[in-house]
């Protein structure tokens, strides 16, 4: 329940035993005080908080019913069967505590004439003629004549003057804030269509970077291929090489052989007497020897020539070409049964590969080796005598069944 104290204006003790409480005290009260309604039981001060049971029930008074969001109250008015106290009686202080604490009526009464006066008026005026200076302050332009011409003019003209001017103050507003928002669109479109180019490009350049990028990429696959390939071939050729190396050497040995060979018939034929010599084998021996020796510098020749270190450079007739002494190496006298003669005969050492042969006059690698031991002028038919001699011996190959 609320406990409602007195304001803090304190009534008089002639005025408490007139019996005029109720018009002392200050009442609920609806005026409106500077433009504000007032809480009917707003009052000064902070709230008497007491337990209700040390409340005291004024004999006549209104039951403590009301709600207790309340902050003030009435002074009702004493009842039939209480007895009016003397004016000259005097009151004590018990009395007037009695007299602040009661409950508020349901309903309160209306503040009487002799309540705490409230004049709005002056307020009022105290209010206009601040608004009016605000408006004159606002209105004014700084000529002397129109701010006269100003002053002339009454509140409400002032005020719809005011009016006029912040309407048109915040029409300018709202255009300028217009005008701002449609500047910051159109900046914001143009970068955004700036940002739009800009990604373009991006994307052009990155798009033309990742081909670049494959194309590398592809470049590089193929240059790993063709140096692997290389260096397969490199390896090939290394061990064609010690291959050719290996025969070389065997030739040699061969034909050192046959040398000897050749010597030891020499001298055995040289110590047999004369005598019992036939005429016709010692021509056949001759020949044999001649032919011995002719095979013997053709395999030392070619083993120089494949090796790379010949020293000496070969005429057109002196070079080892597949011919018979007494024969000529010309064109028109390499036949594929002269080849057939030299290739086949007994006495030539070493096993028979015509592949090998083929390979020696064959125009990749007759250029690269053989070609220049020759002199200038004797190249081109060099070159031409090794082409028909090769072309020959894939014939020959062919009718030989030979690989």
């Known amino acids: 329940m609320g406990v409602y104290r007195c304001t803090s204006r304190t009534p008089s003790l002639a005025s408490l035993n007139s019996g005029s409480a109720s018009s002392i005290l200050r009442q609920p009260s609806e005026k409106r005080v500077s433009g504000h309604r007032t809480n009917p039981y707003r009052r000064e001060g902070k709230a008497l908080l007491r337990k209700e049971s040390t409340l005291l029930a004024i004999p006549g008074s209104f039951p403590r019913t009301q709600p207790q969001n309340t902050t003030s109250a009435s002074v009702p008015?004493?009842?039939?069967?209480?007895?009016?106290?003397?004016?000259?009686?005097?009151?004590?202080?018990?009395?007037?505590?009695?007299?602040?604490?009661?409950?508020?009526?349901?309903?309160?009464?209306?503040?009487?004439?002799?309540?705490?006066?409230?004049?709005?008026?002056?307020?009022?005026?105290?209010?206009?003629?601040?608004?009016?200076?605000?408006?004159?302050?606002?209105?004014?332009?700084?000529?002397?004549?129109?701010?006269?011409?100003?002053?002339?003019?009454?509140?409400?003209?002032?005020?719809?003057?005011?009016?006029?001017?912040?309407?048109?103050?915040?029409?300018?507003?709202?255009?300028?804030?217009?005008?701002?928002?449609?500047?910051?669109?159109?900046?914001?479109?143009?970068?955004?269509?700036?940002?739009?180019?800009?990604?373009?490009?991006?994307?052009?350049?990155?798009?033309?970077?990742?081909?670049?990028?494959?194309?590398?990429?592809?470049?590089?696959?193929n240059s790993r291929a063709e140096i692997s390939r290389r260096e397969k071939a490199m390896q090939l050729l290394s061990d064609r090489i010690k291959h050719l190396e290996q025969e070389a050497r065997r030739m040699q040995q061969e034909a050192a052989r046959l040398l000897q060979e050749n010597e030891r018939l020499r001298e055995a034929a040289a110590a047999r007497p004369a005598r019992n010599k036939p005429t016709q084998g010692v021509a056949k021996a001759e020949e044999f020897a001649a032919l011995g020796k002719m095979f013997i510098n053709h395999h030392l020749s070619w083993a120089q020539i494949l090796n790379g270190n010949a020293t000496a450079t070969f005429d057109f007739d002196n070079f080892p070409w597949p011919v018979i002494p007494g024969q000529s190496a010309d064109i028109d006298h390499v036949t594929e049964a002269s080849l057939r003669f030299y290739y086949t005969h007994p006495i030539r050492p070493g096993p028979l590969d015509l592949s090998k042969e083929i390979s020696k006059y064959h125009s990749d690698q007759f250029d690269n080796r053989g070609l220049k031991y020759f002199k200038d002028q004797d190249k081109k038919k060099a070159r031409e005598l090794a082409t028909h001699i090769a072309q020959l011996l894939i014939i020959l190959r062919k009718k030989m069944g030979r690989r």
Do not use: M
Request: glycine content about 2%; proline content about 6%; some cysteine.
């Open 77 to 221: 008015s004493a009842s039939s069967t209480t007895t009016p106290q003397d004016a000259n009686t005097p009151l004590s202080w018990a009395s007037l505590a009695k007299a602040c604490l009661f409950s508020p009526p349901e309903h309160p009464v209306r503040p009487s004439a002799t309540a705490e006066p409230v004049d709005a008026k002056p307020q009022r005026r105290e209010t206009r003629a601040a608004k009016r200076k605000f408006y004159l302050r606002a209105l004014a332009t700084g000529d002397a004549k129109a701010d006269k011409a100003l002053e002339r003019l009454s509140y409400p003209e002032l005020k719809g003057r005011y009016k006029v001017l912040q309407a048109s103050h915040s029409e300018g507003l709202i255009r300028d804030t217009h005008n701002c928002i449609n500047r910051l669109q159109a900046e914001l479109q143009a970068q955004q269509f700036q940002h739009s180019i800009d990604i373009t490009k991006l994307t052009n350049a990155n798009a033309k970077l990742r081909a670049q990028t494959e194309e590398y990429a592809e470049v590089i696959n």
